[in-house]
């Protein structure tokens, strides 16, 4: 772009658009002269909105005219952000209870995954104690069949024993008999069988 064109933009107003000036140029040692704004802003008050110039276009807006719309505006606008702010801050509420409640049912279910993980531990326990007391009370039937089996030998043993001493009892006395049998002993001499 030459020297002598330069982008300007005056301060006429809220929004406008920017386009370039021939009116502007450098001056010796002193940066650019922009004397063209003292006849923009004699225009700007001369013509109200609309181009002022030099490719800048005024859109100037009057307070005093939005004012009286404004005052409405701002009163419903805080009636419907104090209705907001009401509706957010009941859903902080909701949401904050849906949290306690989400952290509570996480404390349950661990509750629960934890007795589960005891019960099934005390059940495997209980179940290998059982299969203990099962091993022990095979052990012992087998033990109480081998004594009664040898109790049942000593019984006939017994039996045998006693029907021998009968029959030796029923028999004479010949030892100490004149004339008796030398070979059979004298029971006289031995105590007597509390059966007798």
């Not at 929004?15 to 502007?24: D, I, L, N």
């Not at 923009?40 to 110039?53: C, M, P």
Request: hydrophobic share 35%; aromatic share 6%.
């Amino acid at each position: 772009m030459p020297s002598r064109k330069r982008l300007c933009l005056s301060t006429l107003g809220f929004r406008y658009e920017v386009g370039e000036s021939s009116a502007a140029r450098p001056t010796e040692g002193q940066g650019v002269d922009y004397r063209f704004v003292n006849t923009l802003d004699a225009e700007a008050r001369g013509r109200g909105i609309g181009e002022v110039g030099y490719g800048i276009r005024d859109t100037w807006i009057d307070p005093a005219e939005i004012v009286p719309e404004i005052a409405p505006m701002t009163v419903l606008s805080q009636t419907v952000h104090s209705e907001l702010q009401n509706h957010q801050e009941q859903v902080y509420a909701h949401e904050f209870q849906l949290q306690t409640h989400q952290v509570r049912l996480q404390l349950q279910s661990t509750l629960i995954q934890t007795q589960h993980q005891l019960y099934e531990t005390r059940f495997q326990m209980q179940q290998a104690e059982i299969a203990e007391l099962r091993e022990t009370d095979r052990r012992r039937q087998a033990q109480m069949a081998e004594t009664l089996r040898v109790m049942g030998d000593m019984r006939r043993e017994m039996d045998d024993m006693q029907v021998e001493l009968l029959a030796l009892r029923g028999q004479p006395r010949r030892a100490g008999q004149p004339g008796g049998d030398a070979r059979v002993p004298n029971h006289q001499d031995a105590p007597r069988d509390a059966d007798s």
